[in-house]
Structures are given as C-alpha cells and as structure tokens.
C-alpha cells in the first residue's frame, strides 16, 4: 500500500479527510435521531420494570443518552490531551470508528419483539438495545475528536474556514442519501424483497449505516498522514485537564466570554435535548410512523440550510446578539407549540419552525464564540475543547431533566414545556453579553 502525499492543503488528504464526515454522519442522522429512537419506544413497554423501578420507555431512553454523554464529556479531557500530544490520532480514530461501528450493526438484533405486553421487559433486549446505542455514541463522538484534531495537520490555518466546510458537506450529502435510500427499503421494503410487515427493514438501516460507517472510514484511515511518536500515553492522562484549567482562567476573568458560555450551556441543553428526543415525542405522542419520521427529519434537514443562511444575513446586518436571541424566542415558541400539539400537520409546521432555528443558533453560537475569544489568542483548539465539552455536558443535563420530569409527571409534554426555562435563562444571561465586532452594544 502506497504512503499518500500529506503536506498541507494537499487536495487528495482533505478529500480522505472530508470522507470521514462523509462516513460518520449517517450514524448522527440515520439512527441518533431518525430511526433509532421511535424503534426504541416501540418495541419496549411504555412502562418497563428494573428491579422495584418503573420508568417509562421514553424516561429510559433520555437517561441512556444522558449517561453516554456523561462518559463522553469525562473521556474528552484525555482524548483531547492524546489528540494533541500524542501523536496517535490515526489509530485512536480507528479504534473509536470500529467500535460505534461494530454497536451500530448489533442494533440489528434488538427486537424487543418478546414481551412488549408483559409488565416486565426482557433484561437481555434492553442491555442489547440500550447499551449497543451508548456504545455507538460513544464511538462516534469519541472519533470526532481526533477527527477534528487533524485539521491543523492537514491544512494551513489561512483554509481552515473551507476544508472544515467541505467536511460538513460531505457528511450532509452522504448522511441524507443514506436516509433516503432506508426510507425508500421501510416504505416499500418487498421491493427490496423483505417481508411487508415488521421490524426487519428498520433492523436492517442499523447494519447499513454500522458498514457504511466502517466501510468509508476507510478512505480517510488509509489517506490520512500517519501516526508518529509522541508522548507516552500515561503522560497525557492529565494533560487535557490542565488545558483546560488553564482555558478555564481565561475564561472566568472575561466577563463577556464567561457570560455568553453560560448562556449558551443553558440553552444549548434544550436545543440539544429538542434534537434527540423529537422523534421520540412523535412516536409516542402523536403515533408517528417511522416513514413520516424520516420525511420529517429531510425536512428539518432542508430547512436548516435555508435557516442557517437567513439568520447568517440577520447577524450581518443587526449583530450576532440580536440573531440568537431573534432565535431562543423562536425557540421558547417552539416548546410551547409542542405542548398543545394533536395531529401531524401541526408537528411538521413545527418540525419546520425547529429545523429553521436549529442550523443557524448552531453555526451562529460557534461563530460568536470565536469573536468573543481574546486579541492574539493561538491556542484556540484549548477553548473550543471546553467549548464541546460544556456542550455535551448541556446534552447530559437537558436529556436528564427531560426524562425526571416525564418518569415524575407522567407525560412527555410537560417536559417539552420544561425545556422553556432552559431557554428563557439562556436569554437572561445573553441579553447581558457584549459581542465585539458585532453592531451589538
């Protein structure tokens, strides 16, 4: 196997590079938030026993990706420290891949089809189900973090901006293309030659995307620059940790900076908690299909790039704070909507409004957040690692809260409705942020 030519901005490395999102994606779309969490409510018990607890299905599933994400947001200190130092991006990147992989592709043979109507869930189906799902997420977010350490690698800081943007593209095209050929095989699955009735076709979209996944994670690991000798593992365990106490001494003496990262922890924990959990409140709330899921989650797609381009021009012309704020009202709206929802026809009205306000408070919170970061800064890799890490932390506490409300109120809505006070504070502790060059004062 030839050794491939890995000097920056060499056009066939960022193409493999490009590859991996192109790879990865389909998991965050396909089955995080398409698929796999209507699949999950429906063939477990609305009410499931452990022990001497009850907890609804739904509850369940919130805390499953409440705990992945908690592990994720512990390990992120020490991959990032391994990412940067310890020159095994590469094979780290491997052993994450194969892994969510090798989870996803197990998901085929959770079919909790055995005691649906039983007080008393099979034990052996939830474990396969619940924990192939933590593991496919930790693989998956557990990649992304050497994945993103290789941009600096691969390409001169003057062409991040557009190498980073052809990675995205490249998992938004291959993601949707994936999700629409599972949509055609769930729809009309005897033209694909699979029985009309069913959880074999849905079963079947979790191997597509574990061998899609792993099949063109290939590309990259195979044009990617090669691993080198770096520190010894056992000297970055704590690495990652001091970069980020030393970020975090930053940040608490810049009041803007401190301001926004608070804001943005809250509200990003009801929009995080909005994405994954929004199938799941269709499913169970409104008896979604898992067909019209999917044309939902398109639609959201579609919209989402029309949504991130109107707030970007709302942001040029009226500020940065004026756009995201314009957006945690849209979203407060949102919630609140959800609450009285009765048909289909209103959730996609709203399905639409979210996938409006969802690229553009995503890409807009990054963007701030760079503005906001100090004159001269270099080390900015160490502020957007406590940057993904409050991020995710956010996951942890807006899926908790979202189950603990449900599992003691018993309704979904009523957590739906919860999620306002995430935004509503969000809103409070921005108003009071000062964006510099932005015509926000």
């Not at 997420?137 to 980073?164: C, H, K, M, W």
């Not at 109107?310 to 012309?317: D, G, I, N, T, V």
């Not at 957007?384 to 899926?399: H, M, P, Q, R």
Request: proline letters at 3%.
């Amino acid at each position: 196997m030839s050794t491939p030519v890995t000097t920056l901005n060499n056009p066939r490395t960022i193409r493999a590079w490009a590859f991996f999102d192109w790879a990865n994606s389909s998991y965050a779309l396909v089955i995080s938030v398409a698929i796999f969490p209507a699949y999950y409510t429906q063939v477990t018990s609305e009410q499931i026993s452990i022990g001497s607890v009850s907890i609804s299905n739904s509850g369940l599933y919130a805390f499953s990706i409440s705990a992945a994400y908690l592990l994720i947001a512990t390990l992120s200190p020490f991959l990032s420290g391994i990412a940067d130092y310890g020159g095994k991006k590469k094979g780290f990147m491997r052993f994450f891949t194969t892994m969510g992989s090798l989870a996803c592709i197990s998901m085929f043979f959770f079919k909790g089809d055995t005691g649906l109507h039983q007080a008393v869930q099979p034990i052996g189906q939830l474990i396969l189900g619940t924990g192939s799902f933590m593991v496919a997420t930790i693989g998956f977010a557990g990649a992304l973090v050497f994945y993103n350490a290789f941009l600096p690698e691969i390409a001169s800081e003057d062409q991040y901006d557009r190498v980073s943007a052809k990675g995205f593209s490249y998992g938004y095209i291959g993601s949707v293309i994936l999700l629409i050929f599972n949509l055609l095989v769930i729809t009309y699955p005897t033209a694909f030659g699979l029985p009309g009735e069913g959880t074999l076709p849905i079963r079947l979209a979790f191997v597509t995307v574990g061998l899609w996944w792993f099949g063109f994670a290939q590309i990259p690991f195979r044009g990617l620059p090669a691993d080198h000798p770096g520190q010894p593992i056992r000297k970055l365990l704590t690495k990652g940790f001091k970069e980020l106490r030393k970020t975090w001494l930053v940040v608490r003496s810049e009041a803007n900076i401190l301001g926004f990262l608070s804001a943005f922890f809250f509200y990003s924990a009801g929009v995080q908690t909005v994405l994954f959990l929004a199938a799941t409140f269709a499913e169970k709330e409104l008896h979604f299909a898992t067909s019209q899921l999917i044309i939902i989650i398109l639609l959201l797609q579609l919209v989402a790039i029309l949504g991130a381009m109107l707030f970007a021009r709302l942001s040029e012309k009226r500020g940065n704070k004026f756009a995201l704020i314009t957006m945690l009202c849209i979203w407060v709206c949102i919630c609140v909507l959800a609450y009285f929802v009765e048909n289909a026809t209103q959730f996609y009205f709203i399905a639409a409004a979210v996938g409006t306000v969802m690229g553009g408070i995503q890409s807009l919170s990054r963007s701030t957040y760079s503005k906001l970061l100090p004159v001269g800064t270099e080390d900015t890799a160490s502020f957007f690692s406590f940057y993904d890490i409050l991020e995710k932390s956010a996951i942890v506490l807006g899926t908790f809260s979202f189950g603990i409300i449900e599992q003691i109120t018993g309704g979904m809505r009523n957590s739906v409705l919860a999620l306002i006070l995430f935004f509503v504070i969000g809103l409070v502790l921005l108003s009071k942020v000062r964006i510099k060059h932005s015509r926000e004062k």
